[in-house]
């Protein structure tokens, strides 16, 4: 099942920026696997954005890191991942080293450690820059550098600073320069908000935003928090346990939830009268399902407040649940287990 | 490097070297009970004669005024005389300390390259039988007794084999001056040399290895691999240096131990070192000797590890900018 | 109504620990270097408390009749020759062990009681008790050990009490600068906070709170400190610091060389207790190696 990309104008455009099909990632300790992507499909159009949200351990960071395979050593990734009608998963090394940052770009957690410590952050942009243009000049680079600082909003002069000495948000400013330092077409930014306080979040969502609409890049946008998906996202995508529960315009997901997992995830407000929600604060109870051993049949069911009988033991996949909207729940409208 | 920090440190290690100039006096004031006897050991003494000797040497007084006497001497660089040798302490140390120092800092840059190039070897390929060989040779050699490992290389090279002279600095017969003493004493050093370098070795193989360990979890390595670049750049452009700095420290340390440490090698190499002065200086007791030499070894500490300080705040920026 | 009486909290405590106990004993016994590290050890051990079954004593003693010649290679005499005296070296290599292995353990002892008594007590009461004594500490690690502790035997006199002594007295300061490390961190946590809102003394707290904790860390840093004391050992007896009368292996080696076994090529006399040395110091090492990823939480993720 694939989700239709946004209308286009010529076929070119229609043909999609990154076309993910059936991506398994499996990480292998000890002789035992431990799936973390169980099949996932994706479709991105040029400039598109997408948002993909689900709680730590749902696999989403996994899933950024298979689609450029930056996946530790040892770990199986299976499937079709087509960037630009290229498949990453079978290039050969050169060739993806080639259009590692040129056609698609990482946009990491500002975390401390996210940046090598010991070198000036404007080197760090400096060597992609010159990873991949040969015979550019000194001085043509450290224009570059200036130039992709301050389009992120920060003053040139910083080039010369090192990590510890710029602040979360300056940080995550200087990734998101980084991640442009090559023109990418695509941006996948994981968790580029998560370690920042609510005013500096708002700020660094808004350069996002302006830059998308700058640029015309796509991006996808891997969060825990879905309320900063719903404005920078078109589309929005909800994992759990390795595989996408959800999938609509973000708004439509946004304000009228399908599956009672995303319900969960927006806060969304208890159904008046019903007793399942009653005694529960909001936010969900449990913990996200060991991977190695998942529940039987929907592997939310242990933790879902509306699960019925057939939960455990239907293999649910994603319906439609209204207009361009798929969910996996055997509640929506489009499941043949309606119960 | 900010004045502050510089100032600290150097601060600290003055303190210390206060600390540990008093400690000498008072620790040689609890073994040496007679120092008269013991410089004039096998001359029978008169009373008048041991009477004046007593009061030449400021014995007389009570402690705090002997405590002052040494400070001052110890400032004028007057340690003593050598019970043995009866040359001042201070000479015997001079002519010494040039041997020592050219068999320890040899053994210590070796040690050190070697150490840390094995350890990024094992770190890379974690698990690997390379690895798990590096590892165990490096705990093997940590495990090994430096002065042991110097008695089976002289048993088998130097006097089975014959390929290495058996102990000395020099052919005591050869007539060369200057820099043509350079191969003959290079073919004394040798032994010696290999004997400290494979005993030091595997320490720093350790650390480098789970310093790089660490460093290997970074999420700034998977920046850079995301960047487009090679795996072995990613190394050592942004692993290695980031893991070289605790062995860094490490190797300013280790410097400062050293002197002290190659005691037994240079007394089975009979290397004409500090070491080797340490070891007959036992056996005599030759105490102000003794004194001497500690104070010496304990000032090359404290001056290397200030310097293992203040290399560690230059070479790490955040230290260095904070 | 219960017929059975609830078990104490002792005996709750104890059927815990013990349990935490075995579950770490079925992670070691997985560990291959660990298991090897164990292995040599109990031989050693072994080797060391059999020793009058094994060799008889009398042969430590100087000897030199026409039976016992002297510098006999291992093909003429006995497993492993004999020394400059005549005497077997095998005997002296057994009963060498039993001082190796006792000073060994026994300095290490010394110095990680006096390391974690100094290291709890400055960690737990930090301010100025604790400044002055990690003061202390620190001057401690600046002086170079083995000069100190050949001065402090040249002063003492060479006997086995007085090198345990020396050993433990300069190794004190590494394990009581870990443990005050752990210490700190600990004294912030929860339980801590709770059992002295429940009147806990201070004596409570660090016995029995804060020691079980340590604990483990102590373990593993004891296991590790044994080499460097066993090295030491081997060091100071080398160069004539050690008991002439109860001669470790260190010693072995000091009379190999100061016998001429090198010149004379004898190896034998050199070659086993310096390669006791390296077994059991490996060992213990290995040991130590294992003990530290199986206790160390943090390091226990990254073996997965």
Redesign the interface.
Known sequence: MTVEPAPAESAAERAPLLSVRDLHVTYR??GRGIPAVRGVDIDLAVGETLGLAGESGCGKTSFA?AL?R?LPPGTEVTGEVLLDGEDVLTMKPGRL??????HA??V??G?L???????RVGSQIA??IR??SKGMSRAAVSARVGELLELVGLPARRAGD?P??LSGGQRQRVLIGLALACDPRLLIADEPTTALDVMVQAQVLRLLDDLQARFGVGIIFITHDLSTLADVCRRLAVMYAGRIVEQGPSHDVFEAPAHPYTRALTGAFPVIGDPAFRMQPAGLPGDPPDPRELPTGCPFHPRCPVAVEVCPSTPVELWPAGADRLAACVHVSGSPVRP | MTTRYLTAKVAGSLATLLFIVCFNFFLFRIVDSDPVANLFRGRNLTQSQRAELTKQFGLDKSTGGQFVDYLKQTAQLNLGRSYTSNQPVWSEIKDKAGPTIALVGISAVLSAVFGVLLGIAAAWRRRTKTDYSVTGFSMATFSLPDFWLGMILLTIFAVGLGLFPTGGIEDPSSTATGLAKLPDQAQHIFLPALTLTVAYLGEYTLVMRSSLLETMREDYLVLARAKGLRDVLVRNRHAVPNALLPVVALLAINLGFVLAGAIAVEAIFSWPGLGLATYEAIKGPDLPMLQGLFLVFSLSMIVFNLIADLLYGYLDPRVRTA | MNAVAAPSPRRITWLRRRRAVAAAWREYRHHLPGMVGLGILVIAVAMALAAPLLADPDGLKAVNTTDNPAWASPSEFGPLGTDNFGRSVMTQFIWGSRISLLVGLAATVLAVVIGSVVGIVAGFFGGRVGGVLMRITEWFLVIPFLPLAIVLAAILGPSVENIILVIGITTWPQPARLIRAQVLTLRERDYVDRSRALGASNWHLMTRHILPNVSPLILANTTLTVPIVILTEATLSFLGLGDPANASWGKMLDNAFEFGAVTLEAWWYFVPPGLGILLVALAFTLCGTALEEILDPRLRDRRA
């Open positions: 300790t000890r890191g450029l930056l080293r080639a259009v590692r940052w040129t770009a990482i990491f957690q975390a450690h996210s940046l090598n410590p010991v070198q060597e992609a990873l991949h090192y510890h000495q």
